[in-house]
């Protein structure tokens, strides 16, 4: 079956330590993206990419990084330098500016700083 | 401006009733546009594409005005079913990327 998958779906961190989700769809869409949100608060931008070896920050990109080394795989590294990362993170994938289909996305990873 | 507005909500209702949200978006060159559906604690699921000519399925009907950068989306006779939020979303620019309203929530009550 298509689809997008993420994993871990919870995911403890200590202070200090960066942590690595992953994001890994075979929907072959092109963009990818990955959105935080926090309690009863929309989704906002971190990072999105249009192409493999390619991305781009988002709204809130500071304390995070990603990397695109197959079209497949998009994955989203919580590093130290983010003060609050406790929150629910989406990654979604959609074909890009070639199409107009709908965004899809993993079932959500729950971080939580311990 | 923010580049997608929602209607802040929550939306408490009966059942049977209709609702509607509201959604403004800034930028004129968007190419697509949709509602997402959030059950609590769960990602999102497409609910419905915005067609230029506005668009029905079922109890829903989703309507998308260029000029006035305006969608809207109907729910007649709601079901408890129906509680959730209800996000808009928009995508263009140049990017093509996905631009999420805050989200409307809504509550439907026996």
């Known amino acids: 079956d298509g689809g997008i998958t993420q994993s871990p779906k919870y995911l403890f961190r200590k202070e200090g330590q960066n942590v690595t989700l992953s994001c890994e769809q075979n929907l072959n869409h092109d963009a990818m993206y990955w959105y935080r949100q926090d309690p009863g608060q929309g989704l906002r931008l971190i990072y999105y990419?249009?192409?493999?070896?390619?991305?781009q920050k988002g709204d809130i990109a500071e304390g995070y990084s990603v990397s695109r080394e197959k079209k497949e795989s998009f994955p989203l590294t919580v590093t130290s330098a983010q003060k609050n990362p406790t929150a629910f993170y989406l990654c979604?994938?959609?074909?890009?500016?070639?199409?107009?289909?709908?965004?899809?996305f993993g079932q959500g990873t729950r971080l939580t700083v311990v | 401006r923010k580049e997608v507005e929602q209607d802040p909500g929550p939306f408490n209702v009966p059942e049977g009733a209709t609702v509607a949200f509201n959604c403004t978006y800034s930028?004129?060159?968007?190419?697509?546009f949709f509602w997402y559906r959030q059950d609590c604690r769960k990602e999102p699921k497409l609910l419905m594409s915005v067609y230029s000519s506005g668009n029905e399925d079922g109890r829903f009907t989703a309507q998308l005005n260029r000029a006035s950068q305006y969608i809207s989306l109907l729910i007649r006779d709601s079901k408890l079913s129906d509680s959730a939020t209800y996000l808009c979303v928009v995508k263009g620019g140049s990017q093509g990327n996905l631009i999420f309203g805050k989200g409307t929530k809504l509550s439907v009550k026996p």
């Open positions: 990419s249009q192409i493999v070896n390619d991305f």
């Open positions: 930028n004129s060159a968007s190419q697509s």
């Open positions: 979604a994938s959609n074909m890009g500016p070639r199409g107009d289909t709908e965004a899809f």
